[in-house]
C-alpha cells in the first residue's frame, strides 16, 4: 500500500510559479512510475507530466512541455512539479499517481495509488 499526500498548491498571478511536491509511504519508491494529472472544474481528468521509477525517462503532455518540468528524489520518496509561466488554463486540483511498474503511462486507470489532491488557482 502506498500513501500519497500532495502539496504546494495556492494561487499565483499568470506569468508566476509553483511547485508542488508529492510525498509517498513505502520503501519501494524507486519502484513506482509517478505521475500528476489535474482535472479543471467540468473537464476531464488529464495527463501533466510522468516519471519513471529510477527517474531518468519523463514524459509531458504538449500542453505543458517548456513550462513544467517533473522530477523526483527516491531518498526522499517525494516526486515534484515545477511550474512555471502558469497560465489561468491551468487552473485546476492537481493529483499525484503511482503505479508499481517503472514505465510511465499516460492513461488514469494505469495508477492504483493517488493523492486527495491540491488546488492550484492562476488569476489573470
Known amino acids: 500500500q502506498v500513501q500519497l499526500v500532495e502539496s504546494g498548491g495556492g494561487l499565483v498571478q499568470a506569468g508566476g510559479s509553483l511547485r508542488l511536491s508529492c510525498a509517498a509511504s513505502g520503501r519501494t519508491f524507486s519502484y513506482y512510475a509517478m505521475a500528476w494529472f489535474r482535472q479543471a472544474p467540468g473537464k476531464e481528468r488529464e495527463f501533466v507530466a510522468g516519471i519513471r521509477g529510477s527517474g531518468g525517462t519523463t514524459y509531458a503532455a504538449d500542453s505543458i512541455k517548456g513550462r513544467f518540468t517533473i522530477s523526483r528524489d527516491n531518498a526522499k520518496n517525494t516526486v515534484y512539479l515545477q511550474m512555471n509561466s502558469l497560465k489561468p488554463e491551468d487552473t485546476a486540483v492537481y493529483y499525484c499517481?503511482?503505479?508499481?511498474?517503472?514505465?510511465?503511462?499516460?492513461?488514469?486507470?494505469?495508477?492504483?495509488?493517488w493523492g486527495q489532491g491540491t488546488q492550484v488557482t492562476v488569476s489573470s
Open positions: 499517481a503511482a503505479r508499481p511498474w517503472i514505465n510511465i503511462a499516460t492513461m488514469g486507470d494505469e495508477y492504483n495509488y
